[in-house]
């Protein structure tokens, strides 16, 4: 036997035992009707389902006849060796998550217990993921379109990840201007970690930035809040939330929370959505990299240097550097790219 960090213990397959199926299910946002077909046909499948209770709940209706393993919150390694250990017996699994097994789910966790036992994808143990929709697409559904342009997400939660890790990462993302999705903002114990996240943001964001606060989405008691970075640590937070932060552009109109892609910064549409001077439909922006690159080079030539560009376009002096020691290119004729 192997042994995890967690001293959660790992079994050796046996001799001449044939090898089961563990699928890793994400289900969506909790309602069957979001879940994909593959999602339910790897239910139907199974002889085994395990799974966090609050899950198992979610697709009840699902299970007749099978094995059903119930698990706690932060007992996710412990799911992930009891599916080994029954498709090591040649069972098939459905290990569930919400939303995405992939995203703050169960893929991860059951990789390390599958690789600390051995496993290889030459295994006789079959291994597949089912995607599922994410919270953050789920939420972002119900309140507009906050993600139309880049995006990341961050988990709140300290339990397995060093707050500072955390605090730099929200620092990065809130100077770089992504939208950004938290997941795990609020727990009965953690109560203090979206306060910090909030004081972060607002050393880069206006306190008006646009902010949806979405729980249980397609779930019984979904709940939805639009409100600001400002005053978003005052409302109800809680672990079946996730806070969708919008970026310098993210506007609501109407109730609802949108994006811009950046049409506007190429075409008019007061002028029937031609592009506007300077601009070509298909090609990069004038402010795009090569236009970007040219107007770098004619700013070093009159004279600023690397250290003055580093400043006035808020990047660092190396990559200045490294960008003017380039030798100029013509952009390459577009194949299949499209702005949408």
Same mark, same amino acid.
């Given at each position: 036997?192997?042994e995890l960090d967690?001293g959660?213990a790992v079994a050796a397959? #046996?001799? *001449?035992t ?6 890793l299910?994400?289900? *969506?946002p909790g309602?069957v009707e979001h879940?994909?077909?593959?999602a339910r046909?790897?239910i #139907?499948?199974a002889?085994?389902?395990?799974g966090y ?7 009840a209706?699902l299970?007749e006849g ?9 007992e996710? %390694? $412990?799911r992930?060796v009891h599916? %080994?250990e029954a498709?090591r &017996?040649g069972?098939?699994?459905a290990?569930?998550?919400?939303g ?5 789910g169960?893929?991860g966790? =059951?990789y390390?217990v ?5 496993w290889?994808?030459d295994?006789?143990v079959q291994?597949?993921i089912?995607p599922g929709a994410?919270a953050?697409?789920?939420? #972002?559904?119900l309140?507009?379109?906050p993600?139309t ?7 709140l939660?300290d339990l !397995?990840?060093?707050?500072p ?5 929200l620092d990065?993302?809130?100077?770089? $201007? ?6 795990n903002p609020k727990s009965?114990?953690r109560?203090?970690q ?7 943001? %607002? ?5 008006d930035?646009?902010?949806?606060i979405?729980? @249980?989405?397609?779930?019984? +008691? &979904?709940?939805?809040? !639009?409100?600001?970075?400002?005053r978003?640590?005052e409302h $109800?937070?809680?672990?079946? @939330?996730?806070?969708l932060?919008?970026?310098?552009a =993210? ?6 929370m949108? =994006?811009?892609r950046g049409y ?5 549409a007061?002028?029937g959505?031609e592009a ?6 298909? +090609?990069? %922006?004038s402010?795009?990299l !090569?236009g970007?690159?040219?107007t770098l080079?004619?700013q070093h030539?009159?004279g600023h =240097?690397?250290a003055d560009l ?8 190396d990559y200045? #550097? ?6 100029a290119?013509?952009?390459a004729?577009?194949a299949g790219?499209g702005?949408?």
């Amino acid at each position: 036997m192997s042994e995890l960090d967690s001293g959660t213990a790992v079994a050796a397959a #046996a001799p *001449g035992t044939p090898g089961g199926r563990i699928t890793l299910v994400g289900i *969506g946002p909790g309602s069957v009707e979001h879940m994909t077909q593959r999602a339910r046909e790897a239910i #139907a499948e199974a002889d085994v389902v395990v799974g966090y209770a609050t899950y198992i709940k979610l697709v009840a209706d699902l299970l007749e006849g099978k094995e059903v393993v119930r698990k706690g919150m932060t007992e996710e %390694l $412990d799911r992930a060796v009891h599916a %080994l250990e029954a498709a090591r &017996q040649g069972r098939k699994v459905a290990l569930i998550s919400s939303g995405d097994a992939g995203v703050y789910g169960m893929a991860g966790p =059951t990789y390390e217990v599958l690789f600390q036992a051995g496993w290889t994808p030459d295994d006789p143990v079959q291994v597949e993921i089912v995607p599922g929709a994410s919270a953050l697409n789920a939420c #972002a559904a119900l309140v507009g379109a906050p993600l139309t342009h880049d995006f990341c997400a961050i988990s709140l939660s300290d339990l !397995l990840t060093p707050w500072p890790v955390i605090a730099r990462r929200l620092d990065a993302v809130a100077h770089a $201007d992504f939208v950004v999705a938290l997941y795990n903002p609020k727990s009965g114990r953690r109560t203090r970690q979206i306060v910090e996240a909030q004081r972060l943001f %607002l050393r880069h964001r206006r306190p008006d930035t646009p902010v949806a606060i979405v729980k @249980s989405a397609y779930r019984r +008691r &979904q709940h939805i809040e !639009l409100t600001t970075l400002k005053r978003m640590s005052e409302h $109800d937070i809680g672990m079946l @939330s996730t806070v969708l932060i919008g970026n310098s552009a =993210t506007f609501v109109r109407d109730g609802l929370m949108v =994006t811009p892609r950046g049409y506007a910064n190429k075409y008019d549409a007061e002028q029937g959505f031609e592009a506007r001077e300077g601009e070509k439909a298909g +090609r990069s %922006l004038s402010t795009g990299l !090569l236009g970007w690159l040219e107007t770098l080079q004619a700013q070093h030539a009159a004279g600023h =240097t690397v250290a003055d560009l580093a400043r006035l376009h808020g990047l660092p002096a190396d990559y200045i #550097a490294a960008t003017l020691a380039e030798p100029a290119q013509a952009e390459a004729p577009a194949a299949g790219e499209g702005e949408g």
